[in-house]
């Protein structure tokens, strides 16, 4: 450091201290060190001849209704879509490294991100193994739900794209709402054929409701515990994830 000589108003002189810049040319150059994005992400997870055609049927869109009532929520809560991602696939998106890559970890902000898989049928089948995929990567999945899952029939291995064994769920909450109408209609036939995963231990809730098998929403939305629904499990946690 040198000193600066000034001439003072009387005609003496006075030393003046100089300084380095605010930045130290000389010291390592600074990091920037990345904020890790920790905004929830919610999959819903459609079945057969939900998001696209499956034989001569669909698209019926019945995951579309859940995700609905959902996402209805959030728009009444007033929370910016900044805030949140919600994604909708099918069930043969969630099967195989390269689709998974493509459709769902592409979504996902960072490993701090919670997670919600909402499966519907074969959806629910993919969507409970997808969560241990996940997870096996260092995802956190909070909620997993099925919706009636289904993919224990031979047949439905043949013609569908779906894991060929019997799922093994990692989820912080497990959520399985059984299809039991009262009055089976033509979608609960297509569920037995394809035959129906019941699922006796490992949900934190199991239960069944007296809905037909195509009616995602209203299995999502019937009370299972503590006159709550699954959507209103999934939308309490969702909230309580939501950055300030």
Aim: charge should be neutral; aromatic fraction near 8%.
């Amino acid at each position: 450091m040198e000193a600066e000589k000034i001439t003072l108003a009387d005609g003496s002189t006075a030393s003046l201290a100089t300084t380095h810049a605010l930045t130290d040319k000389s010291m390592p150059s600074t990091k920037v060190v990345p904020i890790s994005v920790k905004k929830p992400v919610v999959f819903f997870i459609g079945g057969a001849a939900d998001q696209k055609k499956y034989y001569t049927e669909g698209p019926n869109g019945n995951i579309n209704y859940a995700r609905n009532l959902f996402t209805n929520r959030i728009t009444k809560a007033q929370i910016s879509e900044s805030k949140y991602i919600v994604i909708t696939k099918g069930y043969d998106d969630a099967k195989g490294e390269d689709d998974i890559k493509e459709h769902f970890i592409s979504h996902i902000p960072s490993k701090e991100s919670p997670i919600y898989i909402i499966g519907h049928s074969l959806g629910g089948w993919n969507g409970a193994h997808l969560s241990r995929l996940l997870s096996e990567q260092g995802y956190k999945i909070k909620i997993l739900v099925t919706l009636d899952p289904v993919g224990k029939g031979i047949l439905v291995w043949l013609g569908s794209d779906i894991y060929m064994k019997e799922p093994s769920p990692v989820a912080e909450q497990w959520i399985n709402v059984l299809a039991k109408p009262e009055r089976p209609d033509d979608s609960d036939g297509v569920a037995k054929m394809g035959e129906r995963w019941v699922i006796k231990n490992g949900p934190t809730f199991n239960k069944s409701a007296n809905r037909n098998h195509a009616a995602a929403d209203g299995l999502f939305i019937d009370r299972i515990f503590d006159n709550k629904s699954a959507c209103d499990l999934v939308f309490d946690s969702f909230i309580e994830n939501i950055a300030p």
